[in-house]
């Protein structure tokens, strides 16, 4: 238990009401996990609006209520303290809560539209070649120790933020690295947490739409939040958007890498690497080492992942050797992911689920493929319907096939999902079928498959689930394809 006087200490406040010097026996921002003793924390949401629950969760026993404007009939003994954003009173509560952790931590902050999972996996890994203990906090899993938790958002709320840290913290962690949301950000999930070192990966048109952001400017301006909590920033100088980014007004140390000379952490002798069934790229960080480094992923933007890791860690002291173990044996879960079948072609998963990356992955692919080139995806329901029109017109340009399938349908229905995808591929010449089930997508190709060819399943990655009306029904990828594969061949 905490006193609220001490709970409420590092943002301001104004107590319209009751005792500063009550004890809190919980911090609760969902009324129905209200005990007695809870301070309750109105949020405003798109749908809902804590104040008007507060009658209800005095009821079940909370005897402190944080809000943002004026509740009336609040019994005298409850303390309500007025705040101007109450997302932020929570992040700034819940790091009290558990006693500070992020100040026990080296915290790595990742942003960017896409490349945070696979640079946060590669920096945990190389620290952990060096000899520190990292805990990681991303779109995939928390990690902490043995124990790998499930995650809903890439940056959690902040309670359930400030509780893994405190948990990193107790298990011996030193380091936390974490990929920071454009949408954290905006919900002040990360306030009042100072991070060591910052990145940004690059940035694109995405997560535009109305549950979202309203547009790229909005998009934007919250990744570019992240710089004004940190000691070091690292940026990617060959980001087309970089030039939009002042970074004098961050007033922090600037690191830069990318494939330019006369970068910090520049990439040369570039070249592509096909071994054992594994796509990958070799290059030389002249700053670092004269000897060449192995990433077990392809293209050119594996190289600027690796980059953005390595100068992350050479700014915490690691060894250049340590770098060169960790990426030559890193691979990150549906990130150009293979499954190993008989080897006449190569099937991949992908996370790639917008325009850009599923642009990006296929050309890339194309460089090493001999055969042809296969693509298998679908799209998100209740998103922006661009996003289907683009990544149609990218898969029909650039695969030799395409199969449209189901994604995450949501509360849409998949086959006029898919006919908005087909708007975009019929803009170009490219060869495509239509097969709703996502299993029996995978078995057309398997099924049609030549030799040399690749095929690549994008859009879920490492997700296990498919979202259908609300409910998420167990389906992971690789299960998928292994299934098919032992169905053909039983």
């Known amino acids: 238990m905490q006193k609220v006087s001490v709970l409420c200490q590092d943002f301001t406040y104004e107590c319209l009401q009751g005792n500063l010097e009550n004890e ?5 921002y969902d009324s129905r996990k209200v005990t007695p003793g809870s301070m309750f924390f109105c949020m405003v949401g798109a749908k809902w609006d804590g104040h008007d629950f507060c009658q209800e969760v005095v009821e079940k026993g909370a005897t402190t209520l944080i809000v943002s404007k004026q509740v009336e009939n609040i019994p005298e003994h409850v303390t309500v303290i007025l705040v101007e954003d109450t997302r932020k009173a929570l992040a700034y509560v819940s790091s009290a809560w558990f006693g500070y952790p992020s100040k026990e931590l080296t915290m790595i902050g990742i942003t960017g539209t896409k490349g945070k999972t696979t640079v946060t ?22 990690v902490i120790g043995e124990k790998h938790i499930p995650m809903a958002n890439t940056t959690p709320e902040p309670y359930i933020l400030h509780q893994y840290l405190r948990e990193m913290v107790d298990s011996g962690c030193d380091t936390a690295v974490m990929e920071v949301s454009s949408q954290g950000l905006m919900q002040a999930r990360v306030e009042g947490i100072h991070f060591h070192i910052g990145a940004f990966t690059n940035i694109e048109k995405d997560h535009i739409s109305p549950t979202e952001h309203k547009d790229f400017e909005e998009y ?13 920033g690292i940026f990617n100088v060959d980001d087309a958007h970089l030039d939009k980014l002042d970074k004098e007004v961050f007033k922090i140390p600037v690191k830069t890498f990318g ?3 006369g970068v910090d952490y520049s990439a040369t002798e570039v070249e592509r690497d096909f071994t054992d069934g594994k796509m990958g790229m070799r290059f030389v960080v002249p700053t670092l080492s004269k000897e060449a480094v192995r990433i077990n992923t392809p293209g050119n933007f594996s190289v600027h992942n690796a980059l953005l890791a390595m100068a992350v860690c050479d700014c915490l002291k690691v060894p250049f050797e340590a ?8 691979v990150v879960k549906g990130r150009m992911e293979p499954v190993f079948l008989d080897g006449r072609f190569s099937i991949f998963i992908d996370y790639a689920h917008n325009a850009m990356a599923l642009e990006s992955l296929l050309n890339t692919v194309k460089e090493y493929s001999s055969g042809r080139v296969i693509c298998i995806f679908g799209c998100g329901g209740n998103r922006s319907k661009d996003r289907r029109f683009e990544m149609g017109e990218v898969s029909g340009k650039l695969a030799d096939f395409t199969i449209i399938t189901t994604d995450n349908p949501r509360f849409e229905e998949p086959k006029e999902i898919m006919k908005d995808i087909e ?4 803009k ?4 495509y079928v239509m097969v709703e089930d996502r299993k029996e997508a995978v078995r057309y190709a398997i099924t049609n498959a030549k030799e040399k ?9 490492h997700e296990d689930y498919q979202e259908i009306c609300g409910v998420k029904y167990p389906m992971s990828e690789r299960e998928l394809i292994e299934g098919v594969w032992k169905e053909i061949n039983s």
């Open 323 to 330: 770098m060169k173990v960790s990426l030559d044996k890193a």
């Open 24 to 28: 809190v026996k919980a911090v609760v």
């Open 121 to 142: 996996c590669l920096i945990k890994s190389i620290l952990e070649q060096a000899g520190h203990k990292v805990g990681l906090i991303g779109t995939i899993e928390t």
């Open 453 to 461: 060819d690749m095929i690549i399943l994008a859009g879920k990655g």
């Open 259 to 261: 494939m330019k000379e």
């Open 423 to 426: 708007t975009g591929i019929l």
């Open 220 to 232: 934007f301006y919250w990744k570019k939040q992240l710089f004004y909590r940190c000691d070091i």
């Open 428 to 431: 170009t010449d490219g060869k």
